[in-house]
């Protein structure tokens, strides 16, 4: 497409190291194809594979049955569509109700290529956006895909009551994010995501009034039954279970399983992600044959309330949204660091993203404007209270915004995001500049799934930000929202009748000898826990493990960081089997029991994301290595090397040493747009 030609060309002109910085540590595998995607312009492909795709007539629909876990945005969206289309659908979830899911945490905003700024927007222009924002990490296909069905997403939720906010005549209002120059965020104040979740939840809720739905809260999967069925084919018929509150362990069966599980954001320890968020569905998917994609890619949100002390257990997001009128700076003397910011004369301050971006300013992409933050911190220039020895904290300056537009203007647009900010530190920022900081926010990676969201475990579908298809290597802000949305209301009910139209499949019960096996593991496991005699607390671990990951895997990874991050992590995790003490029973609410299973997964999460890491010699989006960054410190892609997604298949231990995963290879390939250098200047 030559719309689009501003971007400095290719790869920087420079080879990609030769060498493998992770040999020894992996299996190299057979290369993997996405073989459910259609050929043919890309604008026709979506239309081509729903009219492909098999259909179930009703009569048949309420014969099948659908688990899915997790009541999040895409969870909910999906159970409430399946639901209502006929299926007979369990829904899980491990809050007490699944409007405690994480998605009510989002709050800047949601995309859709709508245009009514009438500013350039298009589909196409929405679509290019997210491929170089993900730096062409992503498959085009699925993107594209994404950004044709956003414009019914909006629809969808305006009919479900979302109160989105609305310009003076009454029109929906837009504001921009990160990384594009048009406006096309749509959003509910600063809680937008909570606005669209109960949007959600009203239409799960629905056809739990009308039975096709049932709903199972305080239920903590913790594992996936995999069953031959007979063919030669292994296929995913259900779960095992836990219930939180009783500690029984429950089987439930079904002819197709969902994982809408969220993030593993939470390896880090700290980061923006709920305390509950964890990896154990996806990981014990991915240990019975699903393939994790490209788990090192990380995303760090660069407006988030610096850290205050080594007491936190969490971190606090500020909306993205901020960006828009807020001006991030620094002292351009670290000696003004202790001052007042409101004393600094405007000469003294460096707007550093509006001087370093003068196209985009504050509204670069989040993995840049992190790591500019980073730099400023690690120059000297950070601001705010010492913690450990240094400032880690720049500001996010309101002063202009209030002259130009009044204080009513920007309290209507961000009151209740300022209201949080106060409440925390004890600040006031229409008066005192917000100080914020880079902090672990999303992931990007997650389970292997093809153009119809169906993982390498036939019968096995991860939506929303379980999987990895549409982001690449870096979201931009408000397409998180985007896809749960989409991925539940308008890709997976049609992709997974094509599976179904086979269906129903031979009955299993619980004697069957996969179902057997399942439990047993699940019930050895919290037995190990119950039964250790060990001294140290879950916690400890955790909050370990999180060092390591954030010292070495985090903002910046070196060859050399991450060979001794995984060394640390795996006599941590030999430590963690033989000395973690979880007290309480297995037969009641035992919270430390439900950490002790989501640490001992994430535990070889961080493994496995440091081994992906290492194999990528490259820096594309939120994944920078040191060793390949341009003079000016930008991160540096090598597509003649790399331009392929990372899946991952489990490998056990045995007794030649520590696990060596096996790495699958899809290759990457653009025919609508061109691979190109991202440049934001």
Known sequence: MTEFTSDVDTHADAPAQATDDAAGYYVAGEPLADTKAPGGPIDERWSTRKF????????????????????????????ATMGEAGYSVK???????????HSIAAQGGINAAKNYKEDGDSVHRLFYDT???????????????LAEVSTNIIDQCVAQGVPFAREYGGLLDNRSFGGVQVSRTFYARGQTGQQLLIGAYQALERQVAAGTVATYTRHEMLEVIVVDDGAGQKRARGIIARDMVTGEIETHLADVVVLASGGYGNVFYLSTNAMGCNVTASWRAHRKGAY????????????????SGSHQSKLTLMSESLRNDGRIWVPKDPKDAEKDPREIPEEDRDYYLERIYPSFGNLVPRDIASRAAKYQCDDGKGVGPMVEGVRRGVYLDFADAIARLGRDAVESKYGNL?????????????????????????????????????????????????????HGANRLGASALMQGLADGYFVLPHTIRDYLADGPFEKVDEAHPAVVEAREAVQARIDHFMSNEGTRSVDSYHRELGNIMWEYCGMERTEDGLKKAIDLIRTLKDDFWRNVKVLGTAESLNQELEKAGR????????????????????????????????????????????????????????????????????????TAIEMKQRSYK
């Open 52 to 79: 492909e795709a098999r259909l179930v007539n009703p009569a048949n629909r309420r014969k099948l049955s659908v688990i899915i876990v997790g009541t999040g945005l895409a969870g909910a969206s999906a159970a």
């Open 91 to 101: 829904s899980f979830c491990y809050q007490d109700s699944p409007r405690r899911a």
């Open 131 to 145: 491929v170089k924002g993900g730096d062409y990490r992503s498959r085009e296909s699925n993107v594209y895909r």
């Open 292 to 307: 994790m994609a490209n788990p090192c890619y990380t995303q760090i949100h660069p407006t988030c309330i610096p850290v």
């Open 418 to 470: 300022f209201d949080m900010y106060a409440r925390i530190t004890g600040e006031d920022p229409y008066e005192v500049p917000m100080r914020i900081y880079p902090a672990v926010h999303y992931v990007m990676g997650g389970l292997w799934v093809d153009y119809d969201l169906q993982s390498t475990i036939p019968g096995l579908f991860v939506t929303g930000e379980a999987n990895f298809s549409d």
């Open 599 to 670: 640490v001992a997964d994430f535990l070889e999460l961080g493994e496995l994301m440091c081994i992906d890491a290492l194999n990528r010699r490259e820096s594309c989006g939120g994944h920078f290595r040191g060793e390949s960054q341009t003079e000016d410190g930008e991160a540096l892609r090598h597509d003649d090397q790399f331009a392929y997604v990372a899946a991952w298949e489990f490998a056990t231990e045995d007794g030649d040493g520590p696990m060596k995963p096996v790495l699958h290879k899809e290759e990457l390939v653009y």
